[in-house]
Each structure stands twice: as C-alpha cells, then as structure tokens.
C-alpha cells in the first residue's frame, strides 16, 4: 500500500461521531467534477457475486461506503452450511461499475431488482455501516419481503448540520486522498485490516464516493421505524458503542427509539470492520438471529 501522511483531524463535534461511525450517514451533493464518461455510460452492475449454501434459509450481505463485496469472504464460510448466500456489491465499488449520482435511495433501487433476477424470497438482509442504510430503506419500502433485518454500525439518521456537511463537501474538494485515508486509518485497532481497507476505499470510484456520502447526510428513516413490523438486530462495535452501559442510551441518540421489534448486540473489544476482525463470531451472531430472530439485548 502506497504509504501517506495523516491530513486533517476529525470534524469536531457530531460529526466526528458520524464518520467514527463508519460513514453510515452519506453525501449527495453532486459535484462540479462528478461522474466521468465512462460512469455515466456504467449504469448496469457488474457481475453478481453468488454463494450457495446446503441451507434452506436466504441471506444476502451488503458492504458499506468505500468497501466491496469481498470484505464478507471471511464470514462466508461459516455461513453457507445454514443458508444460501448472496453478496450486493454496491456501484461504484469493487468490480461493479458505477452509475450517475448515487444515492442510499438509488442502491435500495439496485438492491430490488438484484433480488428480483436473482429470485431471493424473504431473505434475511445484512448491510454494514452504509449498507445498513439500504438494507434499511430497502425494508421500509418492502417490509412484506423481508424476513429479517440486520444491521452492522448503522444508524438511520442523519448527525451534521449543514455547516458541517460544507466542511466536509471542501475537504473532499481540497485533497480527496487525504480524506480518505484519514478516515479509514481509525476504524480499527488492527494494522493489517486497516491497510486492508485504506486500500478498498481508494480503489473505490471517488465521485460515487462522494455523491453517496454526501447524500447520506440528509437520511433519515428514525422516525418511520415504529411502522417498521420485520425484526431488527442492530450489531454494535465498541467504535460505535464504546461503553457496555447505557446501550438503550445510545441507542435512541443514535435514531433507534421509535424501533418497534428491536434486538441489541454489542460486540466488544472490535472496531469497525468486525467482519475482518471477528468473522467467526460475527458469523455465529448472523446465524442465531437469522434462524430465530429471538429478542435479545445487550445492555
């Protein structure tokens, strides 16, 4: 990995809880530079990334802001024996071509019609930090085809002010590299995940980088959750949850209170990217609620 200098600090204030968070809330603001040609001409997904299991149940896995569709290969092991698994790969990430002005809403959009040709029925979805967020949309809109919903270092609603969204759009503007990499060098304790990911963010296409961070500033589904009827597991890292009190606390801070059937667990001792640091356990957490769907809350 081409080694770079740290840049700037943390926004202050919420908005450094917005990226520690993993970039679960995005950018739409579309930029002067914005997609090239060969992005506007892009519009189909790439090929999709299919894993077949023995089991009878039905799983599909989807990344968040910067990362790919392989960031789930350490857990897919111990996921295929119990259900058929499928990864989305987000546009603009990866090996799937981006497309003009991405949005939470326009990924929810691809993630329909994935499930559609790929003839997914009631699945368990799985979507990390940004993903989380289509998953989430994805289910508001069609909560009758979900079966359950799991999501990783998400929260579903917005933390900046405007003033803040600015900073950050001229940030980007002024050395978007930087911005990147001092980001992602904090969303974990391990080096190797770190370089890892630094690596997947910068490959990642920069302008559908940042019209969907930029767009996820101004998501906000918290208050449409009460209607939400599919049971939820929120999945939190010490990143996002850094103490193991006050979790419902946190919780609703976070945009959770008006859940209806919500299950709560807290994975300590992890950052960010729990799927490269604990993929074992993460996998074994996957399973019980995606079979069960029992209550259970971490305190």
């Not at 449409?224 to 999945?235: D, E, G, T």
Request: glycine fraction near 10%.
């Amino acid at each position: 990995m081409t080694k770079r200098t740290h840049g700037f600090p943390w926004p202050a204030g919420r908005i450094g809880q917005t990226f520690v968070l993993a970039f679960t809330l995005a950018l739409t603001m579309t930029f002067a530079l914005a997609m090239t040609a060969a992005a506007q001409e892009g519009s189909q997904q790439g090929p999709p990334q299919i894993l077949e299991g023995r089991g009878e149940h039905e799983m599909v896995l989807i990344h968040g802001l910067g990362g790919n569709a392989d960031i789930w290969d350490e857990c897919l092991p111990y996921l295929k024996g119990t259900f058929r698994v499928w990864t989305f790969e987000l546009s603009g990430h990866g090996r799937t071509q981006p497309i003009v002005d991405p949005t939470i809403e326009k990924e929810a959009e691809r993630l329909a019609a994935f499930l559609k040709e790929q003839g997914i029925i009631y699945p368990t979805l799985v979507g990390h930090a940004m993903g989380g967020n289509i998953a989430l949309q994805y289910t508001l809109d069609h909560p009758a085809d979900v079966g359950r919903l799991i999501v990783l270092d998400t929260a579903p609603m917005q933390l900046a002010s405007q003033e803040q969204k600015a900073a950050v759009g001229q940030q980007l503007a002024n050395d978007y590299d930087q911005f990147i990499y001092s980001r992602f060098i904090n969303m974990t304790p391990n080096q190797e995940v770190t370089e890892r990911i630094v690596d997947t963010a910068l490959r990642t296409d920069s302008a559908t980088f940042i019209s969907m961070l930029m767009s996820s500033f101004d998501f906000d589904v918290s208050e449409q959750l009460f209607s939400l009827p599919v049971p939820m597991l929120v999945i939190g890292s010490e990143l996002m949850f850094p103490g193991q009190d006050n979790s419902r606390h946190q919780l609703e801070h976070y945009g959770y209170g008006k859940a209806r059937s919500l299950s709560f667990k807290r994975m300590g001792g992890v950052g960010h990217f729990m799927m490269l640091e604990r993929p074992v356990y993460l996998a074994s957490v996957l399973m019980a609620f995606g079979i069960s769907a029992d209550p259970q809350f971490d305190r």
